[in-house]
């Protein structure tokens, strides 16, 4: 691999080194043969350095990655209230199959193999790196931990509404107590109950003095509450469906714990490579990144913008999530940029602390976009019956992968 990296590396010298470009191909060939470990503690290549250029394609960078991120996670939130983009339009459904292709394409194209190339490196000793799968085995227990996660925080949400639900409607049928009977009557929905037979004659739940508790009918009627409507049953919509007051409930929880893990997953490797550019002194490497980041950074940002909007946070936390997500890879430039000069991205820490996020990165993304992103949706009823959105949806979906997979020919 380091002899394959340096007759790649060394090329540009064979064809602009002037008219002794076969001499300095062979003295730069041998040189680095001879030691090296030379690499090791050089860290990047002079092959391609020019710092002052560098330099101002950082700014480059850090601009263009903030629009794209900014514009691709404002569109769903900006978008909510226009019929063309709502979150349960077809338009949104397909262009979020594209980017859950791109975040898919992006755990195991890009992270895995950028984890993967790290921890195999020459530069880090033979034990233990060498003797075990570490890329692998890392990415399997991000997408566990991850799976763990969304279940405690689905749980959590799930409880805390209904806590809140549970003392709404206790609220209110307290104040109801106090309400006339003749408004009483008039406000409760009307259930058919049965006349049980106690020797006094009385419909089950009356007192004493005529009265009938209402406290519990109203939160009793929400936990059994059915919903007899059209096209939830089957594709023609003459089903009968019975749907439960929890549903709705779970799928509230659901959109929260996923916008959230999601964005966790995102902005993790987002920090990697924002310094991963800005430590980068070398033009060539810097300007395939800057278009494959903010291609990656906009469809990731729709993704997440998506999963805000459905989750309906206030505007207040969306905007949060929305600017933390758009500003973190353009920070971790901005942190590269200022210990370029003394970091060392072939040194043995940096490179085991790269391939470790790099792993972890990858198994949380592929986790989201293959069970809350994928699966959510294509496994769904709405896509089940409808043949055109599917071919549409799985076209995206392949396009994103394959579009982000092929960014990994240039970075």
């Known amino acids: 691999m380091i002899i394959v990296d340096i007759l790649w590396k060394s090329f540009p010298l064979y064809l602009f080194g002037g008219g002794s470009g076969t001499d300095s191909l062979s003295e730069s060939i041998l040189q680095m043969m001879a030691s090296p470990k030379i690499l090791c503690d050089a860290g990047e290549s002079d092959l391609c350095r020019d710092d002052s250029a560098a330099f101002v394609l950082k ?98 949400y799930e409880r805390r509404q209904e806590r809140s639900d549970d003392a709404t409607a206790a609220s209110e049928a307290s104040a109801a107590v106090g309400v006339e009977s003749g408004r009483e009557e008039a406000s409760v929905v009307p259930v058919v109950v049965e006349r049980v037979s106690d020797g006094n004659n009385k419909v089950f739940g009356e007192e004493e003095g005529g009265g009938m508790h209402i406290v519990g009918i109203r939160a009793h ?20 469906s019975h749907g439960h007051g929890h549903q709705d409930l779970g799928n509230g929880a659901r959109h929260v714990v996923v916008s ?15 310094l991963s550019l800005g430590v980068s002194q070398s ?48 920070v971790g430039i901005g942190i590269g940029t200022a210990v370029a000069s003394s970091f ?32 959510a949706d294509f496994l769904s009823k709405r ?11 799985y076209v995206m979906l392949f396009l994103g992968a394959g579009l982000m997979s092929a960014l990994a020919i240039w970075a």
């Not at 096209?231 to 089903?239: F, I, P, R, S, W």
Request: aromatic residues 10%; charged residues 10%.
């Open 221 to 240: 009627a929400a936990h059994h509450r059915h919903s007899h409507s059209n096209g939830l049953g089957t594709c023609d919509g003459h089903g009968h």
């Open 344 to 375: 060392n991205s072939h040194s043995p820490g940096a490179l085991v602390a790269e391939g470790i996020l790099d792993s972890l990165s990858a198994g949380i993304l592929v986790y989201m976009a293959l069970v809350d992103l994928i699966a």
């Open 283 to 330: 033009p060539c490497t810097i300007r395939p990144l800057i278009a494959a980041l903010s291609f990656h950074q906009f469809f990731e940002g729709f993704a997440l913008g998506g999963c805000i909007s459905q989750a309906q946070f206030k505007n207040k936390s969306a905007t949060v999530m929305a600017c933390f997500f758009a500003l973190t890879t353009p």
């Open 383 to 393: 896509m089940s019956c409808n043949v055109r959105l599917q071919v549409v949806s």
């Open 260 to 274: 959230q893990i999601l964005e966790l997953g995102i902005v993790s490797h987002s920090i990697i490579i924002g």
């Open 59 to 156: 700014f480059v960078a850090i601009a263009s990655i903030f629009l794209s991120g900014a514009a691709g996670v404002a569109i769903p939130l900006v978008g909510k209230n226009r019929r063309f983009l709502q979150t349960e339009g077809n338009l949104f459904v397909s262009a979020k199959a594209f980017a859950a292709g791109v975040i898919l394409a992006t755990g195991f194209v890009h992270m895995l193999a950028g984890g993967t190339e790290a921890l195999t490196n020459a530069c880090l000793p033979e034990f233990p790196w060498s003797k075990f799968p570490f890329p692998g085995f890392f990415a399997m227990v991000a997408a566990l931990i991850t799976l763990l996660v969304d279940f405690m925080g689905t749980q959590y």
